[in-house]
């Protein structure tokens, strides 16, 4: 059983109530900690748990430890506070809203030895943890450049760092904007149908890493819900390359071979529970649900198991998602903003977390 604290209760903070309420033998609220009454009577009405606007109140609960799903302008200091308290962190939004509040950050987590981890799920997604095992196989040989239209930021950065193996890296960073519309479909007040057009705000920018490997972001503003914009991904290799579900690559004795990426979901056609099942290439299991027979979204998988491994991490295992990446994750996503608005090249500097050991 993972307990924990939820502190807020917007659109994101719905997810982990979820996550105990449709896997109530994994995962458990013990408390909600809101800024007014109002939202207390809502939780207690809504989620039948215990909510208060005392955080000591509700850390006198014992949680293994607290998620944070708060604005950015106050996730610093509110991640500070829990480390001065030594309760174990994880933020949902990135950790500060400038380059300084991240350094800042960072130095007083080392002053603090805090247990923060970032929730930076989409590593974690089957498909994407698919993804990662592909290029980690070696099968397409060294990665040289990835190209992906389908998650915004820092979250975009977040993967391109993990499959192109860059770490800490500096890179030059060059965006420009576009705007084009698009018919309404989808959006998380529900479908429409009645044909309204909006504007759509299309980035496309190009990272450029000091070690010549390259990233492509490609990102509309409707994109997650839109039935008629779709995720696309293309990743390239000395041996080969990934192009969204079909990968070309060449086997032993050099001749070429092409296999499907194949998701395989319980709940099609039979009266098995809904869920990610695991994902294949040819023979080859790429990935296993660790949340089954739960009922869960992709996103969910994810998130679940960002709270499993935040489990296993205090219990002395390995980090989910160290401060570090999200703080650089956040980095280069501040970077990628300015240079939207600008039209220039930006180049990164090594920050505080980057240079010390």
């Known amino acids: 059983m993972v307990k924990y604290i939820v502190v807020g209760y917007g659109w994101r903070a719905q ?41 000591d109140q509700a850390l006198s609960l014992n949680p293994d430890f607290v998620i944070l799903c708060i604005p950015r302008p106050i996730m610093k200091d509110y991640i500070i506070r829990l480390m001065e308290k030594g309760v174990p962190v994880m933020c949902e939004t990135p950790p500060g809203k400038t380059t300084a509040e991240l350094n800042q950050l960072y130095l007083k987590q080392q002053q ?20 990662l095992n ?14 992906l239209s389908a998650l915004h930021g820092y979250h975009a950065i977040s993967i391109f760092r993990k499959i192109l193996g860059v770490d800490m890296q500096n890179c030059s960073i060059l965006g420009q904007q576009f705007i084009h519309q698009v018919t309404k479909t989808n959006s998380r007040q529900g479908f429409s149908y009645d044909g309204e057009i909006l504007e759509q705000k299309r980035d496309l920018v190009t990272f450029s890493f000091d070690d010549g490997k390259a990233a492509i972001f490609d990102f509309t503003s409707h994109q997650y819900f839109s039935t008629i914009r779709t995720r696309r991904v ?20 050099n001749k070429p071979v092409q296999e499907e990426i194949n998701l395989y979901y319980l709940g099609t056609n039979n009266i098995s529970g809904l869920y990610n099942h695991s994902v294949s ?67 990164s500097q090594s920050q505080s977390w980057a240079t010390h050991n």
């Open 234 to 253: 293309t990743i390239q290799g000395t041996r080969g390359e990934v192009n969204d579900m079909t990968v070309r690559y060449l086997n032993k004795d």
């Open 134 to 147: 592909i290029t980690k196989s070696g099968i397409i040989g060294e990665v040289q450049n990835i190209t």
């Open 281 to 347: 290439l040819g023979d080859k299991i790429l990935y296993e649900n660790p949340t089954m027979p739960a009922r869960f979204n992709d996103d969910e998988i994810s998130v679940a198991d960002s709270l499993l491994k935040m489990r296993d991490y205090l219990a002395g295992g390995a980090e989910v998602y160290s401060l570090k990446d999200g703080l650089q994750d956040a980095y280069l996503s501040f970077l990628m903003e300015e240079s939207l608005k600008t039209k220039q090249l930006i180049q």
């Open 15 to 55: 997810l982990f109530y979820d996550l105990a309420k449709y896997s109530p033998n994994q995962f458990q609220v013990v408390a909600g900690v809101v800024k007014s009454q109002e939202r207390i009577n809502q939780i207690k009405h809504e989620r039948g748990i215990f909510a208060t606007v005392d955080l």
């Open 112 to 131: 603090l030895a805090g247990k923060v981890q970032v929730l930076e799920q989409y590593h974690l997604w089957p498909f994407y943890q698919s993804l």
